[in-house]
């Protein structure tokens, strides 16, 4: 076997490796809270799915979240219909943490393919440059380790809808243009038949894409516009009208909607009596920053990384190093400008630093992107004790998020318990034991409290009748 085809291999068996076990964390995780009011949508989802586009928000009729129509359509859809599907073939409990798993590592393999993809030029999973680009994205996705300030899937399957879904679908909608602006592929006017109708999705779903959407386009716009050939500038209302098609069919409008969802966005009722003034806010972001970068080893490790590849690449002085250098400069203004922004989405208790793990997934993908670049330019352009010193040096960097991610198995052993109880109990109200969460964050000593949760069970087929519950008190 050629050497070749041993690192191939190689990196096959590692990326399956981690991919599966990625897969065992996901059907171990509970299912967390709010699953239930979204999946049988209560009065305040129920209006935002009868009011997709926010006419009535608008009119005067506030309600929760009504910017976020496509997220709550597609938790409701897909946790109704997949665990009752996947019954054909297990039982009503497995189905239901299968059905989330299945989600997640879907989520997590588009997201390493499509940074893979674009990075190595190649679509060709079994191409060495595709491998080699994988194996250095998929350690840092974490799916427990560090993921208190690097997750991009959420631990509760409900927010993998507002956050993680609503992510990759929006990596999925600038792929073809990033590939056509950043690395002058040839744009396929057959990408439109998927663009057109995300343009008008993906501002609607979750409340990150709206912002970032309007500040890819911004940045894109400025880049191009700025861009000088041949040592000339020319005007801008010159180059504004040469932009590629793609722009204006569909940059444009999805800016167009992106603005439409962030005015939509104040006319949100969720903690509205909880609030913050905006100095305030920002006064707080210095201490959310630091968390973010303090907290534990990820991201200080990552941005550590990021400079030493960065050193590298100023050192080696290429037409392609300096196109990369320039890149960064451009993502780093991004990310500067993105967090900055952030204290203007409003406060919430839960996120009392403005900065968490959701509200930064864009920075963390932006690193983890820059990281992954500047990796493996290096790999294919270094030879001798020096490739070989880098090596060392990336393969210790990824072992250590590898290693850190080794937990999170049985974490769902006591909620999946608790429901196979449900199905063979006879009684009517269901005992549970202290910090037993099922569905949700905390205790519930009051089985009235159980009702919606209780009325879903049900309808997994988990329980042949409603059966109500409660925690054992304190």
Avoid at 248 to 277: A, C, D, K, Q, R
Avoid at 295 to 302: A, C, D, I, T
Avoid at 422 to 432: D, G, N, R, V
Wanted: hydrophobic share 45%; with cysteine; aromatic share 16%.
């Amino acid at each position: 076997m050629k050497k070749d085809q041993i690192i191939k291999l190689l990196l096959i068996i590692f990326l399956s490796g981690d991919l599966f076990f990625s897969f065992l964390q996901y059907y171990n995780t509970p299912l967390y809270g709010d699953v239930d009011s979204h999946v049988l949508p209560d009065e305040h989802i129920q209006k935002v799915i009868d009011d997709p586009f926010g006419f009535k928000a608008i009119s005067g009729e506030k309600h929760t979240n009504p910017n976020r129509y496509f997220s709550h359509l597609m938790v409701m859809k897909y946790m109704q219909k997949t665990p009752i599907l996947l019954q054909k073939f297990v039982d009503p409990v497995t189905s239901v943490y299968l059905s989330v798993a299945i989600l997640k590592i879907l989520v997590q393999i588009l997201f390493i393919y499509l940074v893979a993809r674009f990075v190595s030029g190649t679509a060709k999973i079994q191409n060495k440059n595709f491998l080699i680009t994988a194996t250095l994205v998929t350690p840092l996705f974490q799916v427990y380790g560090y993921w208190s300030r690097m997750g991009i899937v959420d631990q509760s399957v409900n927010y993998t809808f507002f956050y993680a879904v609503p992510i990759v679908l929006m990596m999925l909608f600038l792929f073809p243009i990033f590939n056509s602006y950043f690395r002058k592929s040839k744009f396929h006017r057959t990408n439109y038949l998927y663009l057109l109708p995300l343009t008008v999705i993906l501002p609607l779903s979750g409340p990150l894409i709206p912002a970032v959407l309007l500040l890819v386009s911004f940045f894109i716009l400025v880049s191009a516009v700025t861009e000088k050939k041949n040592g000339r500038l020319k005007l801008l209302y010159q180059k504004f009208f040469r932009l590629p098609d793609w722009f204006y069919v569909v940059l444009i409008p999805v800016s167009i909607f992106s603005l439409y969802s962030l005015v939509l966005g104040f006319y949100n009722t969720n903690y509205e009596g909880e609030s913050l003034s905006l100095i305030k806010r920002f006064l707080l972001l210095p201490r959310g920053i630091l968390s973010y970068v303090s907290h534990s080893l990820g991201v200080p490790l990552l941005l550590t990384a990021i400079f030493i590849n960065t050193y590298f690449l100023r050192k080696d002085q290429t037409e392609e190093s300096v196109k990369l250098l320039n890149l960064f400069q451009w993502i780093g203004l991004f990310c500067l400008v993105y967090t900055l922004l952030l204290p203007f989405g409003g406060y919430r208790p839960y996120r009392a630093l403005i900065i968490r793990y959701d509200t930064i997934i864009p920075v963390t993908i932006a690193l983890i992107y820059i990281f992954t670049v500047s990796a493996f330019y290096i790999i294919n352009r270094a030879d001798g004790k020096f490739k070989n010193k880098f090596l060392i040096y990336i393969a210790f960097v990824l072992l250590v998020f590898t290693f850190a991610d080794f937990k999170g198995l049985g974490k769902n052993k006591c909620e999946k318990a608790a429901f196979y109880k449900m199905a063979t109990s006879s009684e009517k109200i269901i005992q549970l034991p202290k910090d037993c969460f099922i569905m949700n964050w905390e205790n519930i000593t009051d089985f009235k409290r159980s009702e919606n949760r209780a009325e879903l069970i049900y309808r997994w087929n988990i329980t042949r009748e409603k059966k109500l519950f409660y925690n054992l008190p304190d």
